[in-house]
């Protein structure tokens, strides 16, 4: 007996490939003629960027330009000075399965660094740089909802998961002329910049998502070549973006991540030593992911009422948006900075932020690490560099869970300082917290059945009415599944609510 069993599908995000690949930096440098001889290396850091990435069959390939920037002490003047040394790096990722429509996600982070000096002149340099991509796709989730038959009965549960109405990505770029203005310092060399963005309002409009937001430019700059005197800016570049994500609906939850894949931050001087104009040109691409939570109906178990009934049962991962986070938060401590002293800080910046996620008792806890740089003046003048970490702790209010929670949190700290005391500044951190958290659920369901030619040989056909002492908490679909009848038909007959027998009693089961 073939009974005709009814699925039903629904859109799910897929990923292709996460991986991650280790670029190694291993370079002999030489200054240029212009920059001064090296008196004692402050920090050497590496910044890669994104230049490009494309798929194309089985495989995506990663193009990019590692920046190794060299601050320092001269010789003569002891003022800060900074080198730049600039390579390119490549890499592939295999990829299997249908690539159509699959939409990468590529990430850099500096793993170590290591620089001496060989002469005043030259520098050894050694570190690495991890790639990351994760390639996502949309795919689907196959269940069975029903197996149609009269004589079939079906336990069935009712989930709620997050169905993909789609993914969209766009690269643009944004590309500004700033001015430091009147009143202040011309600019004649940046020692260091950062950009990132800050996002704002997103709108869902037919198939289209609304994104706005700002690039929030900081530098810091030389106003004295001589003399290595600087200052600081900060620019905030408004952005409005059109992102198609075919699906979209207004009552979507959609998850918008923007990166910076590349930038730089140039001086207009020049063409006129006299110019306090800074040229922009960044190049961001930006994911959304869009859900709608939906019910769907699971066959956990199944029998017939006149055929031995063969079932294959298989797992179905389940998966529910259960929060998109997006918080911020704020932590304050003071920091021990040196014994030399501090008369003057040219800059305190982040120079990295992690974090780790769990869920424990119903608690959502985020706890992380920023590792703040500072560049400063001790009492005689002498610039310095020192690193510092500064820690905090938050929790994120999460709906009611039962699954396992996979979450997937990105920390954008905003740091600002005051010196209060000759060895010691007190670090504020303003902590913009963004990411998913999913529910994850693996639920044991029938995916096949198949019934037998012969009747079943257990099933009592010369009574109407069979009489039962039932236990309290015994089960209604067992005793049905036992005497080869229907839950709806001894609850008919009994009068009965529930899945459950309430009380030991005496019930009566049609046959």
């Not at 820690?391 to 209060?420: H, K």
Request: charged share 25%; aromatic share 8%.
């Amino acid at each position: 007996m073939d009974y005709r069993l009814e699925k039903k599908k629904y859109p799910v995000c897929e990923t292709v490939i996460d991986s991650s690949s280790e670029q190694s930096v291993d370079l002999d440098i030489s200054l240029p003629d212009y920059c001064p001889d090296i008196e004692r290396i402050l920090k050497c850091r590496i910044c890669p960027r994104i230049s490009s990435r494309s798929i194309s069959g089985d495989r995506l390939d990663v193009d990019g330009t590692s920046e190794i920037k060299l601050y320092y002490l001269d010789s003569k003047k002891q003022a800060i000075r900074v080198c730049a040394h600039t390579t390119p790096f490549s890499c592939s990722f295999v990829l299997k399965g249908d690539n159509t429509d699959a939409y990468p996600c590529v990430s850099v982070k500096t793993e170590y660094l290591n620089c001496r000096a060989l002469t005043p002149r030259r520098i050894d340099v050694h570190g690495a740089f991890t790639v990351t991509s994760k390639v996502y796709r949309k795919g689907d989730n196959e269940y069975c909802c029903n197996i149609e038959g009269d004589d079939v009965q079906q336990k069935t549960i009712t989930k709620s998961v997050s169905s993909l109405c789609g993914i969209g990505q766009q690269q643009f770029s944004v590309s500004e002329v700033l001015d430091i203005g009147q009143g202040r310092e011309t600019p004649q060399s940046i020692l260091r910049s950062e950009l990132s963005f800050k996002k704002g309002r997103c709108r869902a409009v037919s198939d289209k998502l609304m994104l706005e937001g700002e690039c929030i430019l900081r530098i810091l700059y030389i106003t004295d070549i001589d003399s290595g005197a600087q200052d600081t800016m900060t620019f905030n570049v408004p952005v409005s973006q059109v992102i198609d994500v075919q699906g979209l609906t207004e009552s979507s939850q959609n998850f918008v991540d923007v990166s910076i894949m590349n930038y730089t931050a140039d001086l207009r001087s020049e063409y006129d030593e006299s110019s306090t104009l800074i040229a922009l040109d960044a190049r961001l691409c930006a994911t959304v992911m869009s859900y709608d939570e939906m019910d769907i109906s699971l066959i956990t178990d199944a029998y017939s009422t006149r055929y031995e009934l063969e079932k294959k049962e298989s797992t179905l991962s389940l998966s529910r948006l259960l929060s998109l986070i997006d918080e911020s938060t704020s932590v304050s401590q003071e920091l021990s900075i040196t014994e030399n002293g501090i008369t003057r800080v040219y800059d305190f910046w982040a120079d990295n932020a992690v974090c780790v996620c769990s869920y424990e008792n119903c608690i959502f806890t985020v706890k992380g690490k920023i590792a703040c740089a500072v560049l400063a003046a001790d009492s005689e003048g002498v610039p310095f560099y020192a690193e510092r970490s500064l820690e905090f702790t938050c929790n994120p209010q999460l709906p009611q869970a039962q699954g396992e929670i996979i979450s997937d949190i990105r920390v954008e700290p905003t740091l600002s300082f005051r010196i209060t005391g000759s060895n010691t500044i007190e670090a504020d951190a303003d902590i913009h917290l963004y990411g998913t958290v999913l529910e994850k659920e693996a639920v044991r369901v029938v995916s096949e059945a198949v019934g037998s030619d012969e009747e079943k040989a257990d099933r009592d056909k010369t009574t109407a009415i069979t009489l039962y002492y039932a236990e309290q908490g015994e089960s209604l679909w067992g005793i049905a599944r036992r005497y080869s009848t229907s839950v709806d038909a001894i609850i008919g007959e009994n009068e009965l609510e529930g899945d459950t027998i309430d009380r030991r009693r005496m019930i009566l089961i049609p046959m």
